[in-house]
């Protein structure tokens, strides 16, 4: 699982807000995904779902995210990502305070303990 290490979470952050600057025409598009790698909603989802977590479906994870903002950049610059949940709930010293879930499926869609949207909810 991937880590953002305190000292280049600023680098990271910048880097991947110019990178989705850069692909915005995309909206969020993989070019090059095929059929079998594209997960489309099962309903119209807003940006961002509040309170809600998109429960397994896990295929990365990192801590000291700063904001569902920030989880959702991560989310459009993974190829792989087409959900997140970024979980706030915990207290500062809680493992998963701050900790951003990219996702393969909305299919665990549960009420509580998250923010979560769809790739190109930033």
């Known amino acids: 699982m991937g880590s953002i290490g305190s000292t280049s979470m600023k680098a990271f952050y910048l880097i991947a807000a110019l990178l989705t600057i850069a692909f915005s025409p995309l909206n969020g598009q993989d070019v090059d995904a095929g059929p ?3 997960q489309e909603p099962r309903y ?3 940006c961002p779902l509040v309170d ?3 429960y397994g479906y896990d295929i990365d994870e990192y801590h000291g995210v700063a904001s569902w903002h920030d989880c959702g ?3 459009n610059l993974t190829t792989a990502c087409k959900f997140w949940t970024w979980n706030n709930s915990h ?3 809680h493992p998963d305070h701050h900790r951003c879930l990219l996702k393969s499926s909305d299919q665990g869609l549960v009420n ?3 923010i979560s949207g769809q790739k190109g909810c930033m």
């Open 36 to 38: 079998m790698d594209q």
């Open 44 to 46: 119209a989802m807003a």
């Open 52 to 54: 809600i977590d998109f």
């Open 73 to 75: 950049i991560i989310c």
């Open 91 to 93: 207290g500062m010293d």
């Open 112 to 114: 509580g303990g998250g």
